[in-house]
């Protein structure tokens, strides 16, 4: 469950996963490390997938 998350900005994007684009949600988390993560559907479950520290 991802609503009751504290997330600084959520945005719908599509990036490419094995070579093939797929729409996702892109989260930056207000936590400490605030990290940068995304959420999406590959056919048969959703998976999550952290990217990394942001630059702020």
């Given at each position: 469950?991802?609503?009751?998350?504290?997330?600084?900005?959520?945005?719908?994007?599509?990036?490419?996963?094995?070579?093939?684009?797929?729409?996702?949600?892109?989260?930056?988390?207000?936590?400490?490390?605030?990290m940068?993560?995304?959420?999406?559907?590959?056919?048969?479950?959703?998976?999550?997938?952290?990217?990394?520290?942001?630059?702020?």
């Amino acid at each position: 469950m991802i609503l009751n998350l504290p997330f600084k900005k959520l945005a719908v994007k599509r990036i490419q996963i094995h070579k093939k684009p797929v729409t996702s949600i892109y989260a930056e988390e207000t936590s400490g490390d605030q990290m940068t993560s995304v959420i999406y559907f590959d056919g048969k479950k959703y998976k999550y997938q952290p990217m990394g520290s942001s630059l702020e």
